[in-house]
Structures are given as structure tokens and as C-alpha cells.
């Protein structure tokens, strides 16, 4: 059932209907209707979307505009995307990790300490969610690694995310400024939802690519890699995606220009 309505989302014709249910918003009477066509969007009351409203108003508007519809400021920079059918899996993410709100301008959005407790997260998703229809947060079905396959996983995480991520979700430098993060400690509704939703330079894993249950296998997967004890001995201080990634780089290449150095003296030496 979810999938089916899933697949329905991702149709070519799925841009005309949004656009059909956008012109519907108007005054949040779409809002009040939906939820009952899904089971899988969760029940969003009007007082909750209201009460997100005003969240978003104060924490995120000045960037994001009012509705949603992003902001650019007289330069021409985008202060803001639009959030208009990015979905509540998109908010519930980015404020999730502490990456909204954002402090200031900068390469990539990073992980900060969460501002908001998860009835505001909840409440601003449900704003979000109002204003057009897009990717929800995930059923805790597809979040339960206890039926996961963590064999399988490994395979589709070594297809679909070890170029970023390395093989064991440790993260990576990608071009301009911008990384993979290390996906230690990553809550699982937190991986769903990059999956989904796509953040930044992540592509987006939509259901026909990657069902819910490879997402879940995915997940279980790097429940596991977590869970094995350091094979090499060592947990370099677990320091977070920033400082661990980073730490990898610098000892790795360091090692590196240290052998190569040391290759060069001893064959110049023979
Ligand atoms: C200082 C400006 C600023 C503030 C304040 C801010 N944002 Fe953002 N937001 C951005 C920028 C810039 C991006 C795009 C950056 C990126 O992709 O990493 C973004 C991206 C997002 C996205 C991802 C959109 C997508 O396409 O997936 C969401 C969701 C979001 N913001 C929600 C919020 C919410 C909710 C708040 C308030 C709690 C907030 N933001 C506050 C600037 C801001
Ligand atoms: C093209 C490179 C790329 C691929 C492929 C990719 N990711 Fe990502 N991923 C990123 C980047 C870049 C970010 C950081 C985005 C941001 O901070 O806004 C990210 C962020 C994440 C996060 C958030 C981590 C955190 O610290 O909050 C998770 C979880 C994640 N990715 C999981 C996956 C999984 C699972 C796959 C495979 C299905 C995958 N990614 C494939 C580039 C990639």
C-alpha cells in the first residue's frame, strides 16, 4: 500500500497533480483533507500545523519566506530554497541533525546540536508537509533493523552509497568544500530520510530504485558495521563526521608522503 502510493508520487504525472493540489492549498483546506487518504501520513491537526506556522515564522522564515517559497536577497543570492513539496521528511531531517537552522552561508549544511524539541520538528513538518505534498517520514516498519538483511544491505550500500560514503559509512571528501559525512550514530529515521530526500549533493533514492525494505536492509547494515569492534584496533576518538573524516585524510595522505619520501631516499641512497 505504501509503495503503491509511493510509486504514484515518483509518476511523470505526479508534477501536474502537485501542481493540481498546490492551486487546492489555499487556506490550508487541503491540508485538513488529506490525511485521511493516506495511513501513512501522519495525522497533522490544524492546530499543529498552526503551531508549526509560527515556528517556522520565527526560526526559519527570514530565509525560507513565509510559505515556504524561499527567499533571494537584493544581490540575487539565494538566502533560502524554496520548501514548497520538499516534504516532511525533509524538515524532519534537516532539523533532526541540527542542520536547520542554518547559522550562516557556508560549502554544506552541517550537523549541529538540535534546536528545536520534536513536537516543534514535528509541528514545522506538518507546516511544511500542508503546503504541498511531498516525501513523508518513514513508517517504523521500514525502521525496524530486526527484519533488515544485513547481507544484502552491505551489497545495495556497496552499490549505491560506498563512492561517498566509503565501504563501512565512514564518509569522504567530495569536490568544492563539500563531504560525505561518516554515518556513525546516525539515527535510522535520519538515514531513511537522506535517502529520500536527497540533501545537497546526495542523490535522491526514490522507491522504485531503492525500495523501503532495501532502505531498511541499508540501515541494519550500518547497524552492523557499527556494532563490529574496530578492526584495526583503533576508534581514532569516534569525534563525529567532521573530525574523524578529516583525521583520515590527513594521517592516510600524511602516511602516504611519508612512505613515498621514504621509497625515494632509500633507492637514491642504493
Ligand atoms: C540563515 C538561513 C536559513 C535559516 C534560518 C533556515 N534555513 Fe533551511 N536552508 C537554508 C539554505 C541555504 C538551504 C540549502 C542548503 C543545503 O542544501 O544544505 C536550506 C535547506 C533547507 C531544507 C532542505 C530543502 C531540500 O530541498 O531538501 C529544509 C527542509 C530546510 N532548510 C528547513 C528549514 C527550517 C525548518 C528552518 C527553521 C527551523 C530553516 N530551514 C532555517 C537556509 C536557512
Ligand atoms: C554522490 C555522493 C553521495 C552518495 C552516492 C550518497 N550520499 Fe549520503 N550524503 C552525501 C552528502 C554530500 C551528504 C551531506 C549532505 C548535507 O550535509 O547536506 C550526505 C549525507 C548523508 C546522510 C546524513 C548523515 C548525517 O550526518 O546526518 C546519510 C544518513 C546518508 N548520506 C546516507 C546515504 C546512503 C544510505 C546512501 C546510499 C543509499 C548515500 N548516502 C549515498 C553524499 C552522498
Known amino acids: 500500500m505504501g509503495r503503491l502510493l509511493s510509486t504514484r508520487r515518483r509518476h511523470p504525472l505526479a508534477a501536474i497533480a502537485v501542481l493540481v493540489a498546490v492551486l487546492f492549498t489555499a487556506g490550508g483546506a487541503y491540508a485538513a483533507l488529506a490525511p485521511t487518504t493516506s495511513q501513512n501520513v501522519q495525522a497533522a491537526s490544524s492546530t499543529q500545523i498552526d503551531e508549526g506556522r509560527q515556528l517556522f515564522a520565527i526560526g526559519c522564515s527570514s530565509c525560507h519566506g513565509l510559505n515556504g517559497e524561499g527567499q533571494i536577497n537584493d544581490n540575487g543570492d539565494v538566502l533560502g530554497p524554496s520548501l514548497i513539496g520538499v516534504g516532511a521528511a525533509a524538515v524532519d531531517f534537516q532539523v533532526g541533525t541540527g542542520r536547520m537552522p542554518l547559522a550562516a552561508p557556508s560549502a554544506q549544511a552541517e550537523r549541529k546540536p538540535v534546536s528545536y524539541s520534536q513536537d516543534q520538528i514535528d509541528a514545522m513538518a506538518a507546516f511544511v508537509a500542508s503546503l504541498a505534498p511531498g516525501p513523508d517520514v518513514p513508517d517504523e516498519e521500514y525502521l525496524d533493523t530486526s527484519q533488515g538483511n544485513v547481507a544484502r544491505g552491505g551489497e545495495l550500500f556497496r552499490t549505491n552509497c560506498s563512492q561517498c560514503h566509503n565501504t563501512t559509512g565512514q564518509g569522504g571528501a567530495l569536490t568544492m568544500g563539500q563531504f560525505a559525512p561518516n554515518l556513525t550514530g546516525v539515527e535510522p529515521r535520519h538515514i531513511y530520510e537522506a535517502m529520500i ?65 621514504w621509497i625515494v631516499t632509500r633507492s637514491s641512497k642504493a
Open 197 to 261: 530526500t536527497g540533501p545537497q549533493a546526495m542523490p535522491v533514492f526514490n522507491d522504485q530504485t531503492v525500495t523501503p525494505e532495501d532502505k531498511r536492509d541499508i540501515i541494519a547494515f550500518l547497524e552492523s558495521v557499527q556494532n563490529e569492534p574496530d578492526p584495526g584496533g583503533l576508534a581514532i576518538g569516534r569525534a563525529g563526521p567532521v573530525a574523524e573524516g578529516l583525521w583520515a585524510w590527513l594521517v592516510g595522505i600524511g602516511l602516504l608522503i611519508g612512505m613515498a619520501t
